[in-house]
């Protein structure tokens, strides 16, 4: 399970930076969000992942770690899915102006010239 979520992780931070590494504004918007989906795994898995695992407190059980679900790395990342919403919003507002001002949706604000 650790190595799936390892992969995934890693697949998930390399699309983000190609994608970051683009010319188009939206493709740099997508791949901010693949990142930040990718670093909301890495912060879920600090979690240690276990499998039937109790998430909240039983009667006659004591509370320790070894008998439940860490919640520190899921409120941390419920409140960072919120803010990645958030922040690609206002980047695709952004990037929406940008484009009516430039008339283009180029990073620099300049289409490629072509050699002839």
Known sequence: MEIVLALAIGVLTGSGVYMLLRPRTFQVIMGLTLISYAVNLFIFSMG?????????LIKGLTATLANTADPMPQALVLTAIVIGFAMTALFLVVMLASRGITGTDHVDGEERQEAE
């Open 48 to 56: 240690r992942l276990k499998v039937d695992s109790e998430p909240v």
